[in-house]
C-alpha cells in the first residue's frame, strides 16, 4: 500500500479502470495536456493517448451532453467540470436527459457515465469556484451522488461509481484533494454507494455529515472531548441516496443530532437529515436537531470565507446546545 492524498488516489483509480476496460473514456477542460485544473488526471492523457483522456472545449452542458451520448452507445465516461459553480449549464443535462433517461426509454437505456466535479470552499478562491449546490444535485431523480472524505474512500467509491450502470455525480472536496495522506490499498477495490460509514463513536451526540466536514466535524469532537463530551460521528459519503438507517441508529444511540453541511441553509442537505430523525426516530431525541450550515449568501471573498464555512467552533457550539450547556 502506498500513502496518498485525495488527489492522488482518485487519480489512482482512473488509471485501474482506464487500464481494465477500454470502454472507459476520461474527458473535461483541461484534463489531458495539464491534468486538470488540481493536477487530479495529471499522467493520464501520457499513458492512454488523446483518443482516451480528452481535452474538451469550455462547455459544461456540450461536456455532460457528450458523456450522456457516450454512455448510451455503450462507453463508459467519466467527464469532469473544473467547478461546481461551473455546472449549472450542465444541469439542464442532468435533470432534463441524464437522470430520466431510463425512465424514459423503459429501461431500454440507462447511462453508466460518471460526473466529477471539485465543490466547497475553504482555499480562499471565492464565488463560482467555492459553491456547495450538492442539494440541487441529490434533489434530482435518477442520479446518484458522492462525496467521499478520505482518499481511502474516494478510490473505492470512484470505482464502484464507474462501474455502476446509472449515472453517478462523484463530487470531490477541494479542501481535501490534499489535506491529508493514507495508506490506499494499490489493488482495485469498491465500495458500496449509499453506505454511511461512523467513523468516530460516542455517547452523549452525533454529528452526522459528509464531505470536507466530516474533517471539520472530527476537530469539534476532539475540543469537545476536553470537555469530557463524547460525540458520534457519521460520514454519509453518499448523500443520494441517503443511509437513512445510518441516521436513525446514531441518533438512537446518543439522543442528539447535529447536521453539518458547508451548502446555503435553505433547503440543504441539513434539512434532510433532520427530517429523517424526526420522522423515524422522533421518540428517541432529547432535544431539537441543530444545523450548522453556509448562511444564504454567496460564498463570500477570502477574508470573510471563515465565516461562512462551518468550522469546528461552529459544530461544537451547536452540539453544546443539544446538550444545553
Not at 138 to 167: C, F, R
Not at 237 to 255: K, M, Q, W
Request: proline share 6%.
Amino acid at each position: 500500500m502506498a500513502e496518498m492524498n485525495m488527489a492522488q488516489a482518485i487519480n489512482q483509480a482512473l488509471d485501474l479502470a482506464l487500464a481494465a476496460d477500454d470502454a472507459v473514456i476520461v474527458f473535461g477542460e483541461d484534463v489531458g495536456t495539464t491534468g486538470g485544473v488540481f493536477r487530479v488526471t495529471d499522467g493520464l492523457q501520457e499513458t492512454y493517448g488523446a483518443e482516451r483522456v480528452i481535452d474538451a472545449p469550455v462547455a459544461e452542458s456540450g461536456i455532460v451532453g457528450a458523456a450522456l451520448g457516450m454512455a448510451i452507445a455503450g462507453l463508459k465516461p467519466v467527464a469532469e467540470i473544473q467547478f461546481l459553480g461551473f455546472a449549472y449549464p450542465a444541469y439542464d443535462q442532468i435533470v432534463s436527459h441524464v437522470g430520466r433517461i431510463r425512465n424514459r426509454s423503459n429501461h431500454r437505456f440507462t447511462a453508466p457515465m460518471v460526473i466529477r466535479i471539485p465543490f466547497g470552499g475553504g482555499i480562499g478562491a471565492a464565488e463560482h469556484h467555492s459553491e456547495s449546490a450538492e442539494a440541487m444535485l441529490a434533489h434530482t431523480p435518477g442520479v446518484k451522488v458522492v462525496v467521499p472524505s478520505t482518499p481511502i474512500d474516494a478510490k473505492g467509491l470512484l470505482l464502484a461509481a464507474i462501474e455502476d450502470p446509472d449515472p453517478v455525480i462523484f463530487l470531490e472536496p477541494i479542501r481535501m484533494y490534499r489535506a491529508l495522506k493514507q495508506e490506499v490499498p494499490d489493488e482495485h477495490y469498491t465500495l458500496p454507494i449509499g453506505v454511511a460509514q461512523t467513523v468516530r463513536e460516542g455517547v452523549h451526540a452525533s454529528i452526522v455529515t459528509y464531505g470536507s466536514m466530516v474533517r471539520a466535524s472530527q476537530r469539534a469532537a476532539d475540543l469537545l472531548a476536553e470537555e469530557g463530551v463524547s460525540v458520534e460521528i457519521v460520514d454519509l459519503r453518499t448523500i443520494s441516496p441517503l443511509d437513512e438507517d445510518a441516521i436513525v441508529a446514531t441518533v438512537r444511540r446518543t439522543g442528539r443530532l447535529v447536521a453539518v453541511t458547508e451548502g446555503h441553509r435553505t433547503g440543504n442537505m441539513a434539512s434532510e437529515i433532520a427530517a429523517i430523525a424526526q420522522e423515524k426516530a422522533l421518540y428517541s431525541l432529547l432535544a431539537p436537531v441543530e444545523r450548522v450550515t453556509g448562511w444564504d449568501t454567496v460564498v463570500p471573498l477570502k477574508r470573510t470565507e471563515a465565516h461562512y464555512v462551518p468550522g469546528p467552533e461552529r459544530i461544537a457550539a451547536a452540539v453544546r446546545r443539544t446538550l444545553g450547556t
